[in-house]
C-alpha cells in the first residue's frame, strides 16, 4: 500500500472513531503539551536573564575588571564570600597602567556607584536614585543614547564638574510636566545641572533600570560612592570582538597580578566578569531544567505508546479479514507491517501536533497573565512531533508484526 494512502486510511479513522481516537491521542497529547510548556518557560528564562538583566548590566564583548563578581547566581559559601570581602579594593590610580595594555580600538570606563538621595524644587520630596560616576567611553560602551539634551563632555570629566544626565523614572518623579534640562537637582544635598535624559531602558525583577542618575566621575558625588575616594567599583572594558576580547582579560589579567604583587602561585584577588561567567550558574541549571522538561513528559508518552499499542491491536483483530483478503491477492508481509506501523505512526504525529498547539497556547497564555516570561523553542516543537510519531512507530510495530503474520486462510474464516 502506498504511504500516502495508509496515511490516508488512518486520518479517516480518526474522523470516523472520534472518542476512540481521542482516548488514543490523549497520552501523547499530553507528554508533548507539557514538553513544549516546559521547554518554553525554561527557554524564555533564559532569554530574559541573558537579554533583559545581564545583556543590560554586561555590553556586548564587554568584560568588567572589580574586586569580585557583580553577578552572582547560584550559592555562593561563606568562605568564598570571606575570600572577597578581603581583596583589595580597586583604586583608580591603577586605571591607566591597564589602560596603557589595551589594544588599539578597545574601550574602557570608570564605574562607582551607589544609592543616592536626589531632590528638586519641582518634585515630590526626595527619591533615592542609583549614581553612577563614569569617566570615559561608558556611553559608548552600555550604546545609551539621550532622549532630551546632550551627554557630558570630556571637559566636564576632567575637571568633575557637577553636571548630571537622568533617567526617565527620575524625570517622571522631580520634574512633573516639566522639561528638566538645564535645571538644578540635589544629589546629598549638592547641586547639579541637568544637561540630559536617557532613553528608557526598562527593567527587570521589579528592577528598574530607569531610576538612574549618571556624573563625572570626579564631581562631588565622588566623596560618596565609596569608603575613601579613590575607590572604584569597576572598569569597564569592551573590545571590537569576541576573539580580542579573551586576548585583552589576559593582558589585563597580567598586568592587574604586577600591580596586586601576586606571586605565580596565588590566586588572582579581581575578577574579570563577562556575560557569560554571570550566567554560568544559569546555562549549567538550564540543561537540567530542560532534561527535567524532556524526561518528565516521557512518563505521558510511555501511556500514550501503550493506548496506541493496544488500539492497534484491536485494529488488527476487527481488520483480519480484509488482511487476509489482501494477503490473498498479492500483499506481501512487508506490505502489511508498513501499513499498520505507517497507521500507528500517523496517530502519535496527530496527537503529538495537537501537545504542540496545546502547548504553545499554554506557554503564550503564561506570557500573558503571570511575570513568567516563555519563548517557544523551534527545536521542542520538532522534538515533539518527531518523538510523537517515534511512539507511533514503536508501539505499532508488535500488532504489525502480528497482523503480517497471519495466515490468509486462516484471516479469510474469521470473516
Known sequence: MNPFEAVRLALDTIRTQKLKSAFTLMGVCIGVMFLIAVVSI?????????????GKL??????????????????????????????KRLRYHEVAPVAEVLPEGTRYAVIADNQLSMTS???????????????????????????????????????????VVIGPDVVERLFPNLNPIDREVRIAGVPYRVIGVTETQ??????????????????PARRLFNAEPTMIDAMMIQSPSEAEMTETMERVRTVMRTLH???????DDFAMQTADSALEFWNKLQG???????????FGLVVGAIVIMNIMLVAVAERTAEIGLRKALGARRKDILSQFIV?????????????????????????????????????????????????????GVYPASRASRLDPITALRAE
Request: charged fraction near 20%; avoid cysteine.
Open 42 to 54: 525554561v527557554n524564555g528564562m533564559g532569554n530574559y536573564l541573558k537579554d533583559d538583566l545581564v
Open 58 to 87: 554586561i555590553a556586548i564583548n564587554s568584560f568588567e575588571l572589580r574586586h569580585r563578581p557583580n553577578i552572582n547566581m547560584g550559592d555562593v559559601d561563606n568562605a568564598t564570600w570571606e575570600e572577597y570581602r578581603k581583596r
Open 121 to 163: 524644587q519641582y518634585g515630590r520630596g526626595p527619591r533615592t536614585v542609583r549614581v553612577t560616576g563614569v569617566e570615559g567611553d561608558f556611553f559608548d560602551i552600555k550604546a545609551l543614547e539621550v532622549t532630551d539634551g546632550r551627554l557630558p563632555t570630556p571637559q566636564e570629566y576632567m575637571l568633575g564638574t557637577p553636571v
Open 202 to 219: 526598562g527593567s527587570a525583577f521589579g528592577m528598574s533600570f530607569d531610576n538612574v542618575a549618571y556624573v563625572p566621575y570626579k564631581a
Open 261 to 267: 604583587q601576586l606571586r605565580p602561585a596565588e590566586k
Open 288 to 298: 537540567y531544567l530542560v532534561l527535567a522538561g524532556v524526561a518528565l513528559p516521557a
Open 343 to 395: 497507521e500507528a505512526s500517523t496517530l502519535g504525529a496527530v496527537g503529538a501536533m495537537a501537545g504542540v498547539g496545546l502547548g504553545v497556547v499554554i506557554a503564550m497564555i503564561m506570557r500573558a497573565v503571570t511575570p513568567l516570561p516563555t519563548a517557544v523553542a523551534p527545536w521542542s516543537v520538532v522534538l515533539g512531533v518527531v518523538v510523537g510519531a517515534g511512539v507511533g512507530i514503536i508501539s
